[in-house]
């Protein structure tokens, strides 16, 4: 029971004060915030699930899963008519309380990739 109450508790700290942003520079500019993520239509890999609350946990209390959640449409990093790459910037804000205080706990990766689909 204290294993569930201090994954859900991880996954409330990490997801209600997480706010990601994303700023393109150049012609195109596009910007987003996922302030819960209801409505986020991401693409979810994994255990990765969003609760009826509107969290996100990528997560959860089973050892050796991974998740992942993908934006639904992929974003340009080069602008298309003058071949220029835009810059951008992130910021993320989250929590994590290990279960056991001598061992790790859970981690965040932040990755650009080509692809959703990380089977091989």
């Known amino acids: 029971m204290a294993a569930m ?27 987003f915030i996922f302030n ?5 239509n991401l693409t ?3 255990v990765a699930s969003i609760t009826s609350s509107g969290l996100l946990r990528i997560t ?3 050892t050796q899963v991974k998740g992942h959640a993908f934006r639904p449409s992929p974003l340009r990093f080069r602008d298309q008519t003058t071949g220029k790459i835009f810059s951008f910037s992130t910021t993320f ?5 290990p279960e056991f ?8 990766v932040f990755l ?9």
């Open 93 to 97: 804000v989250f929590g994590f309380i």
């Open 44 to 46: 979810l890999d994994g």
């Open 36 to 40: 819960g993520f209801s409505g986020a």
């Open 5 to 31: 109450f201090l994954q859900t508790l991880v996954s409330l700290l990490l997801l209600l004060f997480f706010h990601k942003k994303l700023a393109a520079s150049g012609s195109a500019n596009h910007e």
């Open 112 to 120: 650009i990739s080509p692809t959703k689909d990380f089977s091989g």
């Open 60 to 62: 959860n209390a089973t």
């Open 101 to 108: 205080a001598n061992l790790s706990g859970h981690g965040v």
